[in-house]
């Protein structure tokens, strides 16, 4: 697998940390999930990282996940509305979370909670074109790379990460590198090895309904 890192530091007041995520021909991904974890700090410091207590959603809207790939904190409880007139069984067999939503339109009653960290990838059993990813994030600092391959970290603590990278359609899995955040703005290129693959789109209208 060919994964490198390019980054440049320039000097600025705040601990801000810009991504561009491209594959291995220059091109711009989305749908990559990066995640830093802190190596010095001790759990008082990272929980001063933790984000604010975020509703999560796996929406199922005209006949496909939304979104593609999820990340969320290790503990979040994620909700499966069914914007859809048709009914969909929601199901996972990742070793990081096994669960079933039996046939249903419109809310369950209760989120799933993602208490583990890993990889949870989403199916439908009536729908077999349906699928999603869920990556739990063993660290509080993480994003999903948006359609022009971008993230930004803001307010970073200054210091060494392991910084981890996936993406489903990686060819292999990726190696965990350390990173250094300094004192300023921050801006890395991460370049991926992937297989491009077509997403799963919303099917003529009428068909699966």
């Known amino acids: 697998m060919y994964l490198s890192f390019t980054l440049f530091v320039l000097v600025a007041e705040a601990a801000e940390l810009s991504i561009t995520v491209v594959d291995t021909q220059g091109q711009q991904l989305e749908d990559t999930v990066v995640e830093l974890i802190p190596i010095k700090e001790g ?30 904190p290790q503990g979040a409880k994620v909700h499966f509305p069914n914007l859809d007139r048709t009914r969909h069984h929601v ?16 809310v369950t009653e209760s989120p799933i909670e993602f208490d583990k960290a890993g ?17 739990v994030s063993s660290s509080p600092v993480f994003s999903v790379s948006n359609e022009v391959g971008q993230i930004q970290f803001s307010d970073l603590v200054i210091g060494e990460y392991q910084l981890k990278v996936w993406h489903p359609w990686l060819r292999t899995p990726s190696v965990d590198r350390m990173l250094v955040v300094n004192q300023g703005d921050n801006q890395l290129t991460i370049n991926v090895d992937v297989e491009r693959q077509q997403k799963p789109t919303s099917p003529p209208s009428g068909f699966g309904a």
Do not use: W
């Open 43 to 72: 759990r008082h410091e990272l929980n001063k990282l933790m984000p604010p207590t975020s509703q999560y959603e796996m929406r199922q809207k005209n006949r496909i996940f939304s979104p593609f790939v999820l990340a969320v």
């Open 119 to 135: 990889l949870v990838a989403i199916g439908c059993n009536i729908h077999d074109y349906m699928q999603a990813y869920i990556y």
């Open 91 to 106: 199901y996972s067999f990742s070793p990081a979370k096994e669960f079933e939503l039996k046939l249903y339109i419109g």
